[in-house]
């Protein structure tokens, strides 16, 4: 198993490469790069999409129509020292090949730099908003566990009954609900939109949360994450159940359960003692990629309608500003996390079958 698993993180390094080489080559022919943003700022335009977008003020047109004489949107009016210190300020005067080797050298020593425009390091970025994509996450994926297993488990024993049917047509139900939509049936119905005020309309906490005692503290957190786990949740169910019902169905099937039977053990005693182990190997050692499944999916929207403040809203927001730093920088983590997520899996196979054995397949 040893040299399976080296092999496996030997092979992280090409990969994360192929990942940065593509999407930094991907950004050198985007408009409305770094150096545009800040020229957009300095001139008091806010944001140079609106140059882009055709916007009705003159005088943007007028810089648009008369910037010829620099590569730049916008540049027009300012001097060329400005435009050349903004090159320099954001590693834009250096060739593209050099720039793309000295990032990759920082990040083999997991320095992502600073935003281009928060004036803090990307690391410590991450680092604040990683609670909230945690918190959702984390809590999303064990109760679809908690509740897809059990159930998935009860619909592979009643497989054909009316308990069977009407279950799958709920889940089927729930799963094609987008999560944005539900979230805002939350708000509207428990967060004081139409019917009743039960939980809080936005945040992680509330204002007086380090005032609190330890247990308040708990009931505050709970209090707080509670509609946007359920919204995050909604979608995880119907594949889970389904993944834990047909499994079991396939192992009931197998000789060894009839030989389990007719050996006088009770339906309990042959289900847990014997299906269990080898139904669950799908689900249980799938567990590590679900939850970076939801950790990822679907972030953006739940953060944004709740008003978290998450690595959702962070990457889109670096997108929109050309922040390349937290681009790049989130992107290098979530693409190893994802990586290192796909050897824990393997582990967790071997982990609840020994028989698996990688080495021998591979051979």
Known sequence: MAPYILRRLLLVIPTLLGILLVNFTLTQFVPGGPVEQAIARAQGGGDVFGGFAGGNNDAGADELNTASDSEYVGARGLPPEFIEELKAEFGFDKPPVQRFLNMVWNYIQFDFGESYFRSISVIDLVIEKLPVSITLGLWSTIIAYLVSIPLGIRKAVKDGTPFDTWTSGAIIAAYAIPGFLFAILLLVLFAGGTYWQIFPLRGLTSDNFEDLSAWGKVVDYFWHITLPVLAGTIGAFATLTLLTKNSFLDEIKKLYVMTARAKGLSERQVLYGHVFRNAMLIVIAGFPAVFIGVFFGGSLIIETIFS???????GFEAAVARDYPIVFGTLYIFGLMG??????????????????????REG
């Open 339 to 360: 990586l290192l997520v796909g050897i824990l899996s393997d582990l967790m196979y071997v982990l609840v079958d020994p028989r698996i054995d990688f080495e021998r």
């Open 308 to 314: 978290l403040d998450g690595l959702g809203r962070l």
